[in-house]
């Protein structure tokens, strides 16, 4: 699933590869997929891309952007985009293709669920595409730890640390898959409830959200996720499916289990990061 991290490795990608590129032809729609959301008639698609230009590409919350002068794509969630160079051989199955001037095609594939959404600048309406248009990254100076503090709004010191950091677009982009490494680099259970918080707690948490998420993007995004050309990204995630049972990296007494909690699982170190 798209997150912040692999959104910024993608949009990096695409921007080195493909920006200047003319768009020579699209295919929408091509494999029907119930929980694949398209902003317009997929057909129109191609008749609204076709001749233009990628102008750039940045990461928005979880989601990438593309900039076709003026004529905006962007993908979130569900969507796994993959480069294809001229000559390969192209996917059986695929919600959008976009092929370039030099022969390379753009593969967006819908996995559970995912939108493709194309737009004019200031003409979508989106909540989580305006919430994250709004928000600074984590990634940006801007995510300082004023910004952070007033995160903490009246109502929120009931919520568990999971539901606070990785619900209500809080923070755009930040999900359930790189919460789980954050809250372990501060050390700090998925359940502990915020109002139980002090001051030192605050500021590890806000140091692990910043520094995470950083290491992640910087090291080609989660083990767990593909960049553009099919790799997997060069982070080695800490606490998820890969390491449950094994010994915890950091205190080297505890153990990594894994509980289901808030609609979702949860990994944690049973020694340093107690309830």
Avoid at 6 to 33: F, I, K, N, T, W
Wanted: charged share 25%; aromatic share 8%.
């Amino acid at each position: 699933m798209l997150e912040i991290p692999e959104a910024a490795v993608l949009a990096g990608q695409v921007q080195g590869r493909l920006a200047g590129m003319e768009v020579r032809d699209v295919v929408a729609g091509a494999s029907p997929h119930k929980f694949a959301w398209f902003t317009k008639d997929p057909e129109s698609y191609r008749s609204l891309l076709v001749g233009r230009r990628l102008k750039s590409s940045k990461e928005l919350g979880g989601m990438v952007e593309l900039d076709f002068d003026g004529m905006k794509l962007a993908f979130c969630d569900g969507v796994s985009l993959r480069l294809y160079e001229k000559g390969e051989k192209l996917p059986a199955k695929h919600q959008l293709l976009v092929t370039f001037d030099d022969g390379s095609s753009l593969a967006a594939s819908v996995q559970m669920y995912g939108g493709i959404s194309l737009f004019t600048e200031g003409s979508y309406d989106n909540v989580y595409y305006l919430n994250a248009r709004l928000k600074p990254s984590p990634l940006s100076p801007a995510f300082d730890y004023e910004h952070f503090l007033g995160l903490f709004k009246p109502g929120t010191d009931t919520l568990s640390l999971k539901a606070f950091l990785a619900t209500e677009q809080r923070v755009p982009g930040l999900g359930n898959g790189v919460l789980q490494d954050i809250l372990h680099e501060a050390r700090l259970n998925p359940r502990k409830k915020v109002s139980t918080l002090d001051e030192g707690m605050k500021r590890a948490l806000f140091r692990a959200v910043k520094d995470v998420l950083a290491r992640m993007r910087d090291e080609g995004g989660r083990d767990v996720e593909t960049d553009l050309y099919g790799n997997h990204g060069g982070y080695r995630t800490r606490m998820g499916r890969n390491t449950l049972g094994s010994a915890c990296a950091a205190c080297k007494g505890g153990t990594v289990v894994k509980e289901t909690y808030l609609g979702g699982s949860v990994y944690y170190c049973d020694k340093c990061q107690r309830k």
